[in-house]
């Protein structure tokens, strides 16, 4: 039996009743490794990587690459398949350059962001070598001109530009409005550019904007182009200097429930063309070299979280009201944080027709750990394997250690084969960073 297959994996299937990802049973692995589990199917996640590059051969009149996201979802395996794949990489941290390097990604196609970077960091990404530093401030722009002053090979330096376009999706995950935290406010980039190319260290590649995620409207992409042509081409009449980059940063958004369209890759990157082509007309510009970097987009449906139900609640009508989980706010935040909805099937008994709507609570001290609310699935009870479909994206990269519970482990999945790509945390991981006091030993 097939899935609904634009909200799980590719690979997915029932068969036997029991769910099938990559390949494998479910359900054997879940007994092999323990739950809560994550999985990510290969052939997805190396499809959706694919489909943007070549969506955009299709539809960018220029070059054009894609840059993975790497806070969606970041270990060591996963940026070796971003790599292999031809993609490049964005960090916003010193350990996520380290994945990277350990990955073996060409620096030069790694993308270092954030707006807040540390002076450590910043060094790390200068002796490495990163393709870009994506600069969000006045003050970062000044540290990075001192600390790159007299290098031979001068780094280069996106400029990351506040568009002020309020995106239409959660308000924490909105990033382009006239208040966000992020990106230099519209009437700071000339002073910017201004003190980029009179540093000696630092080469002005282009502009960068990044309005939000997971964000549907092709609208929205358009305008993020143009905000950032405009500027390119402000700066060109006032300074002189032609910018050849352009990146207008993440933000597809993906369906986690089956009510929502699919993700299309082709139209996003058809968008973008459009956009692209109208600017150059407007200014008199060739096209630019395109950096994307989606995150949400690659490897979120790659992802299916596995978790076992402890126990049952019943209501007064004597119907179960909510199953209990083993996992929960930890590994996916989400629904705490911003009312995501997921989608969700039994594993173990995946065909059984759906019972009554239940709320899978997850196992933390916190009334808003409800993974799912209002949830059909089959009635089900202690033992019984739940998973949640769209769980590859901002899950176990936001995941925490509250109330002291192990993180999952990570399996990569696919012709039959789950390997073991990120352990399962244990109790001595817990304890390695907690010292005693003295006195008390
Ligand atoms: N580029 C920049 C500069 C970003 O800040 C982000 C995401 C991306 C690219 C990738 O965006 P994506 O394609 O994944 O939408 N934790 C939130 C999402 C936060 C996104 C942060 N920035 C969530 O779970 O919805």
């Known amino acids: 039996m097939p ?3 634009h909200i799980w994996p590719d690979t997915a299937e029932v068969s036997g009743g029991r769910l099938h990802v990559g390949g494998c049973d479910v359900t054997g692995l879940a007994m092999d490794h323990a739950t809560p589990l994550y999985l990510i199917d290969e052939v997805t996640l190396r499809g959706s990587m694919r489909a943007y590059r070549t969506a955009l051969a299709r539809h960018y009149p220029g070059p054009a690459r894609v840059h993975y996201a790497s806070k969606a979802l970041l270990n060591t395996a996963v940026a070796q398949i971003v790599a292999e794949e031809g993609l490049g990489l964005d960090v916003v941290s010193g350990a996520e350059l380290l994945v990277a390097r350990r990955a073996g990604m060409p620096m030069g196609q790694v993308h270092m962001h954030g707006n807040a970077k540390g002076e450590a960091e910043l060094r790390r990404a200068v002796d490495w070598g990163v393709g870009a530093i994506v600069v969000d401030s006045l003050d970062e722009l000044d540290r990075l001109a001192a600390l790159t002053h007299g290098l031979v090979r001068p780094q280069g330096v996106l400029l990351r530009v506040a568009p002020n376009i309020d995106a239409h999706t959660h308000a924490h995950i909105a990033t382009g409005g006239a208040t966000a935290k992020f990106g230099l406010p519209l009437e700071s980039v000339g002073a910017a550019a201004a003190r980029v190319l009179a540093a000696d260290g630092l080469r002005l590649l282009g502009l960068h904007a990044h309005i939000g995620s997971q964000l549907f409207e092709a609208a929205e992409i358009r305008a993020t182009v143009a905000a950032l042509a405009r500027e ?10 032609d910018l050849a980059e352009l990146s207008p940063g993440g933000g597809l958004g993906v369906p986690y429930t089956a009510d929502m369209p699919p993700t299309d890759i082709d139209a996003y990157a058809a968008a ?9 007309a407007t200014y008199g510009m060739r096209p630019p070299l395109l950096t994307v970097e989606p995150g949400r987009s690659i490897i979120a449906r790659a992802g299916v979280a596995l978790y076992r139900v402890i126990a049952r609640k019943l209501g007064p009508n004597g119907v179960p009201r909510y199953l209990h989980m083993d996992g929960g706010m930890a590994d996916n935040i989400r629904p705490a944080l911003y009312g995501a909805r997921y989608t969700a099937l039994l594993a173990n008994r995946a065909a059984d027709p759906p019972g009554p709507p239940v709320d899978v609570a997850g196992r933390y001290c916190e009334s808003g750990d409800v993974l799912l609310r209002a949830a059909s699935l089959p009635p089900a009870g202690p033992g019984d394997l739940l998973a949640v479909a769209v769980s590859g994206a901002y899950t176990l990269s936001m995941a925490s250690t509250y109330n002291l519970v192990p993180r999952p482990a990570l399996l990569l999945v696919g012709d039959g084969v789950a390997r073991i790509i990120q352990r399962r ?8 960073r907690d010292v005693p006091l003295e006195s008390y030993l």
């Open 272 to 280: 973008l063309g459009d956009a692209v082509r109208a600017a150059c």
């Open 232 to 241: 390119m081409a402000r700066l060109r009449d006032a300074l002189g200097v």
């Open 3 to 5: 899935l609904d297959s």
């Open 425 to 432: 945390e244990t109790e001595e991981d817990l304890l390695a």
